[in-house]
């Protein structure tokens, strides 16, 4: 959200400030379609996802003409998905993922890229060109957007996913979650850009992230197999909803 061109993008053409759940459903749709779904039902959502990128245009704030399929913005978006996954991974997971694991998921990742049209040649090769190339992106082009502030306000005070649970008993049901959440969020991000976003962040929060984590990486042994194992236990609930 926060390439001026992505932000931009989502200002302008995304619902995602009047239905941020169903947002959320719509990425989780994407990203386990594609993962666990099979050839055919990965190529098809791949095929829709690019064809409705295809159809976004506009403005940017700072004038600039942008297409959503422009290479760098289309091609940043699939590369923070896959360090947001290696880093929330290794945080709230486990933190024993070896090169070798990580230049395989990369690999992959880069070919699941060409389901949507994201070109080889857009991204870095191995993993550690990957941690250069997205420093570079937040030392020299990311910035504050609005999108990026929308993002923000919605974690901090998220909206009901039920149409009848409003009022007090929402706000009371949706604070731990709601403040994890943030915390998490936020605490992922790196340092330079939260403080471009203007996020205070301090040493009582680091020790609750790492809190949080702690429990996280404690309480996985303990989930049951649906939960361990979100991708295809999702896939199953969603199966009848994800080709419509």
């Known amino acids: 959200m926060t390439h001026p061109t992505v932000g931009a993008g989502v200002s302008q053409h995304s619902n995602f400030k009047r239905d941020p759940w169903g ?36 403005v940017r704030p700072d004038g600039e003409r942008y297409h959503a399929l422009d290479p760098e913005p289309y091609a940043w978006v699939h590369a923070t998905l896959a360090e947001a996954i290696v880093r929330a991974h290794r945080l709230f997971c486990s933190p024993r993922l070896s090169p070798v694991e990580l230049e395989e998921f990369w690999r992959e ?26 420093d570079e992106m937040v030392r020299t082009r990311l910035e504050d957007t609005e999108a990026a502030q929308d993002v923000i306000a919605s974690l901090r005070d998220p909206t009901s996913p039920l149409p009848w649970l409003r009022g007090p008993i929402w706000r009371a049901l949706r604070w731990p979650p709601a403040a994890a959440a943030e915390l998490a969020t936020m605490g992922l991000l790196p340092p330079l850009l ?23 990486r404690a309480s996985r042994p303990l989930m049951p197999p649906p939960a361990r194992r979100f991708g295809p236990s999702y896939l199953r609930w969603r199966g009848a909803a994800i080709p419509r």
């Open 23 to 58: 947002r959320l459903l719509r990425t989780l749709d994407y990203t386990t379609a594609v993962t666990y779904g099979g050839p055919g039902l990965a190529w098809e959502v791949g095929r829709r996802v690019r064809e409705m990128h295809g159809r976004i245009t506009g």
């Open 109 to 134: 990742w880069r070919r699941m890229g060409r389901l949507v049209g994201v070109r080889y040649e857009d991204l870095p090769e191995s993993w550690p060109e990957l941690l250069a190339y997205f």
């Open 194 to 216: 939260r403080e471009r976003l203007g996020i205070a962040w301090s040493p009582k929060k680091e020790i609750r992230l790492r809190a949080l984590a702690r429990v996280s």
